[in-house]
């Protein structure tokens, strides 16, 4: 007789001796998928449904937008946060219809009005659950309307007509202030928001920088293109400072700065700045910018080992030897400077941008094992020989117009992956 079982049996679950986990389990093991497809399918569709006041909302004209912290932590969870973005075409009147739906909310608010007709705050004065309000773009120039919002974290007032910022004296929960490209002058408004973290006043009219000098937590700067500023010695205190963006200011010394040793940004282009020694106690440095700068002695750069990108174009600059050993440098744009030699960079096998372009240099065989080169920009300098170059097989951007270089079909032979601009 055959051992075969008849046709539609299953020895797991017709056999009475079978153990009973094996005869139970194909129910089990279908039940427990019902039940995940069941939660699966709950979650998409609660995820889905929208309040009365969402609907309103959206018909009002915001849309539903990803949360975000000020402080550029991780994003609350949906429940904790509820951020709106408002069509450009959003009216001072659908701002004020909104506000019974948005006070409706038990959730942080984060509010982006950018690029909108809005003039008016005054409907937003009773909003007391605002975490984050974006204006940019907009004609607003008076902010009394925010004196009282002690729940703001952050504000955007980019690009707009404000001047005035008495309004923000009692607001010390602000971590994030953007007042970039506006017509403000006068910080005093800001010598008691202790808690900021992030101040933006590029291209502002800024020039007293002394209501900063007691910010104990303030990590990111930006003064870039604020040309009224020269003097620096408030910062000098700002033991948190992280990143700092002087671009396009009178500042023509860094020493003040000398006691900020967790610096790891630092923008000086375009700046009559001579003196870089102060960098020596900044061991955390990563960044620094001089383009367009007046510095010519880089010599404070030595042992700078977290250093990944520096910028001298434009610079005096004459010798790089102050780079060798740092072998953490990333990116280094020499363009428009006189330096003609680059054996210091032999060894810096992690640099991947290298900008030469209308510099002296002739020889480049100290390229020859830096394998992780991806850019390269050698226009308009001395190079002949580039045969060094053939074993760069990363090299993505290769450009060689207004040199001299030979073999150049050799190289497109060897380099099938490289865009050679010659």
């Known amino acids: 007789m055959s051992d075969t079982p008849p046709t539609g049996t299953n020895p797991a679950t017709d056999d009475p001796d079978a153990p009973q986990w094996r005869r139970f389990a194909p129910w089990a093991i279908g039940a427990a998928v019902v039940i995940v497809v069941l939660v699966i399918l709950s979650s998409i569709f609660s995820s889905g449904r929208k309040s009365p006041d969402e609907r309103a909302l959206g018909e009002l004209g ?17 429940s904790a946060c509820l951020s709106l973005r408002a069509k450009p075409t959003l009216t001072a009147s659908e701002v004020a219809a909104a506000m019974p739906h948005l006070k409706n909310s038990d959730r942080k608010i984060e509010l982006n009005l950018a690029n909108t007709q809005i003039d008016n705050l005054d409907p937003l004065k009773e909003l007391d659950t605002l975490d984050s309000l974006d204006l940019s773009g907009t004609p607003v120039w008076n902010i009394d ?5 002690h729940s703001l974290r952050r504000l955007v007032l980019h690009r707009t007509d404000v001047e005035n910022i008495d309004a923000l004296k009692g607001l010390t929960g602000l971590q994030s202030l953007n007042l970039w490209d506006t017509r403000v002058s006068n910080l005093d408004a800001l010598k008691n928001l202790t808690d900021l973290r992030q101040l933006d006043l590029r291209d502002t009219q800024v020039r007293d920088l002394d209501p900063l000098e007691d910010l104990p937590h303030l990590d990111t700067l930006k003064l870039g293109g604020a040309r009224n500023v020269r003097n620096i010695d408030a910062l000098g205190g700002l033991t948190s400072l992280k990143a700092l963006d002087l671009n396009e200011t009178q500042v023509d010394s860094i020493n003040p700065l000398k006691k900020l040793r967790d610096m790891q940004a630092l923008y000086l282009a375009n700046t009559p700045l001579r003196d870089i020694d102060v960098v020596k106690g900044m061991p955390a440095l990563k960044t620094l910018v001089l383009d367009g700068s007046r510095v010519d002695d880089i010599d404070g750069l030595r042992g700078s080992l977290q250093l990944d990108t520096l910028v001298l174009a434009r610079t005096q600059v004459t010798s790089i030897d102050a780079l060798k050993g740092l072998t953490a440098l990333q990116r280094l744009n020499l363009a428009d400077t006189r330096v003609d030699n680059i054996d210091a960079l032999r060894d810096l096998r992690n640099l991947r941008m290298l900008n030469l372009f209308r510099t002296r240099v002739r020889n480049i065989d100290a390229l020859k094992s830096l394998t992780n080169l991806q850019e390269l920009y050698l226009a308009n300098t001395p190079v002949e020989d580039v045969d060094v170059l053939k074993g760069l097989t990363g090299l993505r951007e290769l450009v060689l117009y207004g040199t001299k270089a030979r073999n150049v079909d050799e190289l497109k032979a060897a380099l099938p ?6």
């Open 417 to 422: 992956k490289t865009r050679i601009v010659w």
């Open 62 to 78: 915001f849309i539903k937008a990803t949360c975000s912290n000020s402080d550029g932590s991780a994003a609350p969870p949906d």
């Open 145 to 149: 309307a925010l004196k009282d919002m």
